[in-house]
């Protein structure tokens, strides 16, 4: 059974920081790109990071460039999201993907990450 794990979010302040993590199971995380997707509300889910499977190549969206960092540790099957000088705009749920080798999709169920003051 294919679990992904979103955990780390909250309620922030604009200008702090959270770590979101996603833990994977039941393929073979090793040979997947992982990603990391948000869906403010009213919007469609958009593409923030992304990551090779060997964690060398890494794809990181113009508006959180710089202030977002997408990391991975295929010991513990499971992919990061350094998130640093949050905004408001920011706010969204953030959701995990999987990609396998074989070309399928695995999503977590969401973390809700706010950034109010």
């Known amino acids: 059974q294919v679990k992904l794990v979103e955990s780390g979010g909250g309620l922030v302040q604009p200008g702090g920081s959270l770590r979101l993590s996603c833990a994977a199971s039941?393929?073979?995380?090793?040979?997947?790109?992982m990603s990391w997707y948000r869906q403010a509300p009213g919007k469609e889910r958009e593409l923030v990071a992304s990551?090779?499977?060997?964690?060398?190549?890494?794809n990181t969206a113009d508006s959180v460039k710089g202030r977002f960092t997408i990391s991975r540790d295929n010991a513990k099957n499971t992919v990061y999201l350094q998130m640093n000088s949050l905004k408001p705009e920011d706010t969204a749920v953030y959701y995990c993907?999987?990609?396998?080798?074989?070309?399928?999709?695995?999503w977590g169920q969401g973390t809700q990450v706010t950034v109010s003051s």
């Open positions: 039941g393929f073979t995380f090793s040979t997947s790109i």
């Open positions: 993907k999987g990609v396998s080798g074989r070309g399928e999709d695995y």
């Open positions: 990551i090779s499977s060997n964690g060398f190549l890494k």
